[in-house]
T-cell receptor, first 113, second 116 residues
Framework: QQQVKQSPQSLIVQKGGISIINCAYE??????FPWYQQFPGKGPALLIA?????SEKKEGRFTISFNKSAKQFSLHIMDSQPGDSATYFC????????????FGTGTRLKVLA | NAGVMQNPRHLVRRRGQEARLRCSPMKGHSHVYWYRQLPEEGLKFMVYLQKENIIDESGMPKERFSAEFPKEGPSILRIQQVVRGDSAAYFC??????????????FGPGTRLTVL
């Protein structure tokens, strides 16, 4: 019940295309869903996050779509650029109690120039 | 405002030695989390600490691993008698104290532990 399932494992997109990464969770107590970007040899950096009281959040080229009834959320990267090539992790946590993140297994994105 | 700092960035130990990983949270942050990332895998929660208290250590192996966050100084993750399976990247994250409608955690650059 603590798992977060992430897909696809890897993704190749042409420059200017849309990258879509999906995550699904089981624990309905989760109420905070961040996405992190990680470059090789670096720590994860927070990209964007959402609470379940909204269905969509947009920041620049990055959008989170959230479907509470399906217990799914996804990251959309519009106008993908080669500089977006990185590994993306979704996560879920509660904003009470232990606050620990449960991470997905990651998606390795490659944007072709 | 300096970010989360971790040192050393790279650590090589032989089997049976001890590894000490340090984490200095962001200024004003009093919550520290440790995560482990095995090669080609996601991050796994290990332990959550506040100053002088371990709040949740449900992800910490029962033996050889310990963590502390003293009143003064950095948080320390200690691995005794390391084995090859401990080779991984260890990340520390910090977050602000209470009154937190969100749960933003800010990650350090990690310590990459290699056990020979």
């Amino acid at each position: 019940q603590q798992q977060v399932k992430q897909s696809p494992q890897s993704l190749i997109v042409q420059k200017g295309g849309i990258s879509i990464i999906n995550c699904a969770y089981e624990n309905t107590a989760f109420d905070y869903f961040p996405w992190y970007q990680q470059f090789p040899g670096k720590g994860p950096a927070l990209l964007i996050a959402i609470r379940p009281d909204v269905s969509e959040k947009k920041e620049g080229r990055f959008t989170i779509s959230f479907n509470k009834s399906a217990k799914q959320f996804s990251l959309h990267i519009m106008d993908s650029q080669p500089g977006d090539s990185a590994t993306y992790f979704c996560a879920a946590s509660m904003t009470s109690g232990t606050y620990k993140y449960i991470f997905g297994t990651g998606t390795r994105l490659k944007v072709l120039a | 405002n300096a970010g989360v700092m971790q040192n050393p960035r790279h650590l090589v130990r032989r089997r049976g030695q001890e590894a000490r990983l340090r984490c200095s949270p962001m200024k004003g942050h009093s919550h520290v989390y440790w995560y482990r990332q095995l090669p080609e895998e996601g991050l796994k929660f290990m332990v959550y600490l506040q100053k002088e208290n371990i709040i949740d250590e449900s992800g910490m192996p029962k033996e050889r691993f310990s963590a502390e966050f003293p009143k003064e100084g950095p948080s320390i993750l200690r691995i005794q008698q390391v084995v090859r399976g401990d080779s991984a990247a260890y990340f520390c994250a910090s977050s602000p104290p209470v009154a937190r409608p969100l749960n933003e955690q800010f990650f350090g650059p990690g310590t990459r532990l290699t056990v020979l």
